[in-house]
């Protein structure tokens, strides 16, 4: 009677020994799910934190540039008001100058109003281009200055 009680708990003992290996394999394979998931929570904290930058360094480009034209607006309202006094031809010229300049400024603000960002190369790009746009206009709004006084 002995034979079966031993063959039973041996039975059981393997069972056993079956069911905590499956669980160690579950564990471990619990473990390299967690170490998986934290790699990739790391590389999105990365991806959120450049891009949380991308978008406050776009922010920062966009007040600057901003001001820059309002201070544009401020220069070419001072010369409208300038020439309110003036008569003839000269009036006519610098009014269509003053227009001329007027239109250039609208214009950077609709395309910086405008651009969408299509990555690195190209916020590149605009930002040289726009920086070298507004520069022309700056140096327009001075010689504008030195052609009429």
Known sequence: MNYPKTILFIG??????IMLSGCNKKADQKVDDAQENMVEAEQDLKEATAESEAVKTWQEYKDQANARMAANDKIIADYKADMVGTNGKLKAAYNK?????????????????????????????????????MDKLGSALKGFVVNSK
């Open 97 to 133: 100058e003053i227009e001329s300049l007027e239109k250039s400024n609208k214009e950077l603000r609709s395309k910086l109003n405008n651009f969408k960002d299509d990555g690195k190369n190209s916020w590149e790009k605009f930002k040289a281009e726009l920086d070298g746009d």
């Open 12 to 17: 059981i003992v393997l069972i056993m020994l």
